[in-house]
């Protein structure tokens, strides 16, 4: 698939998306606003998509129409995800997204963490990327339910510990808020587990 192509396509995906959310959130005026600011974003990412070519290769088409359809919500939260990191000057591995089917910017969001929204990964690297992948993947397969039911999940896993009856104590000790959280509820909600283990059956 053509690489402008491409990036025109994501790029209206997200201003369409954007319009969409304000119209349910505040009707017309809603509508317009929020197609209005995504468009603001809209443009970066589509310019990104063209430039770094994610859909060159096999399967490429099939990625696209997909992301700018069943995944558009998750598009468009990638899209903004790329555009508040792009304005922090996190700046866009063009090398590596090209033929990836997703977005590399360099630099992530949270110390020894990388983070993927959409199709946008900030701050992966060759040793964690197929973790990363498997997020693209839950997104384009779950379409407008992968962010809700990841939402829910933290949330649950926040107010209910239901992961102390099955985690490995010694492993995962919780001593603190922030070990709550980091050694807690992030590696028992479901997106997590299920990441997890392909990226540790694939480096066996």
């Not at 998509?49 to 598009?75: E, F, H, K, M």
């Not at 090398?95 to 590399?104: L, Q």
């Not at 379409?143 to 104590?169: K, Q």
């Amino acid at each position: 698939m053509g690489a402008a192509i491409a990036g025109w396509v994501q790029g209206m995906a997200t201003a369409g998306v954007g319009a969409v959310v304000g119209f349910l959130a505040a009707g017309r005026v809603g509508a317009a606003v929020g197609g209005a600011l995504s468009g603001v974003v809209a443009i970066p990412f589509g310019r990104a998509v063209a430039r770094g070519q994610p859909y060159q290769g096999p399967g490429g088409l099939r990625r696209c129409i997909v992301d700018a359809t069943w995944s558009a919500l998750n598009t468009w939260a990638g899209a903004l995800f790329y555009g508040i990191l792009r304005l922090r000057g996190n700046p866009l591995d063009v090398d590596r997204t090209r033929g990836r089917g997703s977005i590399w910017l360099v630099h992530g969001v949270v110390p020894r963490y990388a983070t993927t929204i959409g199709m946008v990964k900030a701050g992966s690297n060759e040793r964690i990327d197929r973790h990363e992948e498997v997020h693209v993947l839950q997104a384009r397969l779950l379409g407008p339910l992968y962010l809700p039911l990841v939402a829910i999940n933290y949330v649950i896993a926040t107010l209910v510990p239901y992961w102390l009856l099955f985690s490995d104590r010694a492993s995962y000790s919780v001593d603190s808020v922030a070990a709550y959280f980091e050694r807690g509820v992030y590696p028992h909600v479901w997106h997590e587990l299920w990441a997890y283990r392909v990226s540790r059956r694939h480096s066996s």
